[in-house]
């Protein structure tokens, strides 16, 4: 098996937009990139990989890299898996590094839901000739009632509550006061998420991430390059993917792709999930983060609501702080996409400089953890586990 | 029912599927079946994505499954939820489930597809729930069974070709179009010649409404309208087969038209009043043939509603009755047979529930928390609404005027003009540019008002509590009217609440609701609510002999 785990992510960079109104997504992702090249004190020139979702305007990336600039490139990868794609472009770039296709890769995320009036769909992606589709319900279902159904089997199965699922959106809150870039930074009580009217039965409207316009981007190095930077170093040391979908009819919804991706990722990096410091989990809706606790193997299956009414979640105070910078539920969750966002604040807690009301005093293993598509159908996990060195 | 033949889209139709849709054409759902690893799979594919053999074949499934996981899709106007469902055969898969009491899903229930007519495709898979499915069967022979009167099965109905209708108002309009929409000549009357300007006019744009829709041919639009003639005098009903009176609900006016009926109608009409609440003999009293004279309760928008209660006084004759009930089917309607007496069976079962609403609101609910119980529970509209769409607040007031009895809130309602959708103001504002009510700050401090004119402190009242209050009055009414003879069978009273208040064939009706949580659990709620808030919930003594003897309503 080739090590994907020696590579580095050297610079990172959150666009402070949560509304982009008047700036082209182009430019979004050009911003991004410059943004996190001046983080990593490197420049254009060095940049011969880049990684980037469906969000890019134009075919697979090219416009972009003409946008940009990016003269050296010898790898380009365009994968898209929904939300997760960030996560799998680090883990493919450490990949191409150690095959020896690239040395900087660069990792763009960018798009303007709100600005353009798109809402809750994925830019530059087009379902319309899935074979699945002639075999839709005649009436169209947004992807919040794919959770809904999530969260009410969960709720069934393991006798999970509304009130847990709020205290996944309490602890996010708790973070984002903070975070002066957040859409959200009102710290919110169960009470008040239960207030909150009800969207897709059983998910309220706080259940759900918020919708902003945006972006991110990553930049990861080979080894002897990132040595020669000043920021602290960052090392991706175990990675993993996996994809789920409905199997032709058998297929166990209260499981995430999140089991395998997390169990390789655990497996390369050689350590546990008690080992992991602080986690970066997906949060499309509060139901998201509870599966994934316990796919991932931070609580058994089952018991994730508990994990969180016990205030685990909470940085300062639980065994498990998540998304300091308040996540999707509260900070940003661009182009309807949370995994660059995900690796970003994950980053920034293993260097030790998330805010430091919420950074976790030890930070030497972090993981970020996104799923893309829809939980109870189609869907793609991936995981990635980052040591402080 | 009318099969689709036109040929379905390529993308939709392929080889690979072709069986599956010409099934789903007869609500048939196919599924594959591997005979090489022997499972089964959906959606459809040629080979098997379990183990990839080509060794497929198709299997006709049950159409049969569970629910695995729903979701219900808030506001929609047709009852939706999405879910996964467990196919019998085996595979899980997504869809939606419709038609039926999404509000009370719960994971497990049993549901059975039902593929839904698509413009332009083949019909797309979808489910309801096997409640609903047994609601909509027994619905069928309700709906047969209250056709089903053995002292009139020998009875040969009068044909009726003209139609008179004196009172061209809003119920007179609406029934002249229904008559007219069958082919039938109709003489509309009115003392007052701008009514009829305004009724003729109101017929007109109903019938070009439907030309619009490309529902009915321009000509016979213009035929029809040119079968209706109107006057101002009562002589021009002559010539008619049937009158039906539609004037002021007001009992002196009533008797009076009929003794002018008496005196132009030919020999053997069938003379009809459409009183909603009045006594139907005292009106045939006014008359020298009141074995003539028949109560037929239509519903408003007399065009659209269904219904017509068709009641029988006490001297009405056989073939006056029969004749009713054939003119009601010619015009499309849903004609039950019902006995005489204040508010008939929808009303009764109405006021009933208004009644007990209006107690609520004195007690701590607002309209909007009763209306969106009774939404929830299956209702497509609540009371509050229903009262503002058909002038209720006026109606309550004008009826009080005679005796004098005083009702705080609905008089300070009508003294400030909120009189309904009419005024845009009534329980609810209305914004025309908004569809359905909003809830007005107005209305919530009045209800305050009168909770304090009356000592009332108000309190939170649960949903469950609001459900039980006004449903199960309705049920025990039911069963007054069951003992008073004042209907056939149990089921016409579900029959009269589908086609005239619209209650959901999916949930068959007040009485076979009853059935469905069990008459002695009725009868439990009902002794409990009596012991709380008195009178209005003192159980009919029909409810507890069928508690005693273990009987439901269907077994009546
Ligand atoms: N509106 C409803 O929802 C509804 C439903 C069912 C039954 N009804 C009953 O139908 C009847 C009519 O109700 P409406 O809502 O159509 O009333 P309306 O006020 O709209 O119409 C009544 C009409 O009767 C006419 N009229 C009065 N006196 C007359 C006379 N002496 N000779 C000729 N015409 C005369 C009036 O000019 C008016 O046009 C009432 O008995 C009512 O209880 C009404």
């Known amino acids: ?389 | 029912m009318k099969k689709k033949t036109q040929a379905a889209p390529q993308s939709f139709v392929t080889s690979e599927t072709q069986e599956f849709w010409a099934a789903a054409q007869e609500n048939k759902l196919l599924v594959k079946h591997c005979r090489s690893c022997g499972e089964n799979h959906y959606y459809p594919r040629s080979r098997c994505p379990l183990c990839g053999s080509a060794q497929t074949e198709w299997l006709a499934a049950t159409g049969k499954g569970t629910i695995y996981s729903f979701s219900i899709i808030p506001g929609a106007r047709r009852p939706t939820a999405t879910a996964i469902v467990d196919l019998d055969e085996g595979p899980r898969l997504s869809s939606v489930i419709l038609d039926a009491d999404v509000n009370q899903l719960k994971i497990g229930d049993g549901v059975t597809v039902a593929f839904e007519k698509m413009e332009g495709r083949p019909p797309a898979p979808a489910f309801t729930t096997a409640a609903a499915v047994a609601a909509r069967a027994y619905s069928v022979g309700a709906l047969k069974a209250s056709k089903n009167f053995p002292d009139l099965a020998a009875t040969v109905p009068d044909e009726v070709k003209i139609v008179a209708i004196i009172g061209a108002g809003t119920m007179g309009t609406g029934i002249a179009t229904a008559c007219l929409k069958s082919g039938l000549s109709v003489v509309l009357i009115d003392s007052n010649e701008s009514a009829l300007q305004k009724a003729e006019s109101g017929v007109s744009s109903a019938l070009e409404r439907d030309v619009e829709r490309g529902i009915l041919q321009p000509e016979l639009a213009t035929a029809f309208k040119n079968s209706l003639t109107h006057a101002v005098s009562m002589e021009s009903i002559r010539s008619a087969d049937l009158v039906i009176e539609a004037v002021w609900e007001q009992l002196k006016l009533k008797q009076d038209i009929f003794g002018q009926i008496d005196k132009f109608a030919r020999p053997n009409a069938v003379l009809c009043s459409n009183t909603s609440t009045l006594d139907i003999d005292e009106i045939a009293g006014a008359t020298q043939r009141p074995q003539d004279v028949v109560g037929v309760h239509f519903f408003s928008p007399a065009h659209v509603m269904k219904l017509v209660e068709i009641i029988r006084g006490k001297t009405s004759t056989s073939k006056a009755l029969a004749t009713c009930i054939r003119f009601g089917e010619t015009i499309g309607k849903v004609p039950v047979v019902v006995g005489n007496c204040y508010g008939f069976v929808g009303n009764r079962l109405m006021l009933t529930r208004e009644r007990e609403a209006a107690r609520l609101l004195l007690e701590g609910a607002l309209p909007v928390d009763i209306d969106t119980v009774l939404k929830r529970f299956g209702m497509p509209m609540g009371t509050f609404e229903l009262q503002d769409m058909a002038g209720g607040i006026e109606l309550n007031y004008r009826r009080r005027q005679e005796t004098g009895e005083k009702n705080f809130l609905v008089d300070r309602l009508f003294e400030l003009g909120r009189l309904g959708q009419k005024t845009q103001k009534g329980y609810y504002r209305y914004d025309p540019e908004k569809r359905g009510p909003i809830p007005d700050a107005e209305v919530t401090e009045i209800i305050e008002q009168a909770s304090e004119h009356y000592g009332i402190s108000r309190k939170p009242i649960s949903d469950s509590e609001i459900e039980k209050r006004l449903i199960l009055p309705m049920i025990n009414e039911g069963a007054k009217l069951l003992d008073e003879g004042i209907v056939a069978r149990p089921s016409d009273i579900d029959v009269v609440w589908q086609y005239g208040y619209g209650w959901p064939s999916w949930k068959g009706g007040p009485m076979y609701y009853a059935d469905q949580i069990g008459v002695s659990s009725v009868l439990t709620d009902l002794t409990d609510l009596f012991a709380r808030h008195g009178a209005p919930f003192e159980p009919s003594p029909l409810l507890s002999r069928m508690a005693k003897s273990g009987q439901t309503f269907s077994s009546l």
């Open chain 1, 1 to 389: 098996m080739t090590s994907t785990a020696n590579a580095y992510i050297v610079g990172i960079y959150e666009h402070p937009t949560r509304r982009a109104d008047g700036i082209s997504t182009a430019q979004l992702h050009a911003d991004v990139a410059y943004g996190a090249l001046e983080d990593a004190g490197l420049s254009l020139r060095d940049i011969d990989g880049y990684f980037c979702g469906a969000d890019a305007p134009g075919l697979g990336g090219f416009s972009m890299a003409e946008y940009i600039g990016l003269q050296n490139l010898r790898h380009i990868d365009t994968t898209e898996t929904g939300g997760s794609s960030y996560i799998l472009h680090v883990s493919h770039a450490a990949q191409a590094i150690a095959a020896g296709h690239c040395n900087v890769a660069l990792i763009t995320m960018a798009d303007r839901p709100l600005a353009s009036g798109a809402g809750p769909v994925l830019a530059g992606v087009d379902s319309a000739a899935a074979p699945e589709n002639a075999f839709l319900p005649p009436v169209m279902v947004p992807p919040a009632f794919g959770y809904a159904m999530v969260a009410r089997r969960h709720m069934y199965q393991f006798e999970t509550t509304p009130e847990q699922l709020a205290w996944v959106k309490v602890a996010a809150s708790h973070h984002a006061q903070y975070n002066p870039h957040a859409k959200l930074q009102q710290v919110m009580t169960v009470e008040d998420v239960l207030a909150s009217p009800i969207v897709a039965d059983p998910l309220r409207r706080a259940d759900c991430c918020v919708v902003t316009d945006g972006g991110g981007a990553i930049i990861v190095a080979r080894p002897e390059i990132a040595k020669q930077l000043k920021r602290p170093r960052v090392k991706l040391v175990g990675s993993g993917e996996s994809m789920k979908h409905s199997n032709g009819g058998k297929n166990d919804i209260m499981y995430s792709a999140g089991v395998q991706s997390a169990a390789a990722a655990f497996a390369e990096a050689g350590v546990r999930p008690a080992d992991i410091k602080y986690a970066s989990l997906y949060d499309s809706f509060t139901i998201t983060v509870i599966m994934q606790l316990e796919d991932i193997g931070f609580c058994p299956k089952g018991a994730g609501g508990r994990f969180a009414a016990d205030g685990n979640l909470i940085s300062g105070i639980g065994k498990l702080p998540f998304n300091t910078d308040g996540g999707g539920l509260c900070s940003n969750h661009p182009g309807n996409k949370g995994g660059m966002t995900k690796l970003l604040e994950a980053v920034r807690q293993c260097r030790g400089e998330a805010h430091p009301a919420v950074q976790v005093k030890n930070h030497d293993l972090v993981l970020a953890h996104g799923t893309g598509g829809l939980m109870s159908s189609k869907h793609m996990a991936g995981t990635a586990i980052l040591a402080a060195e």
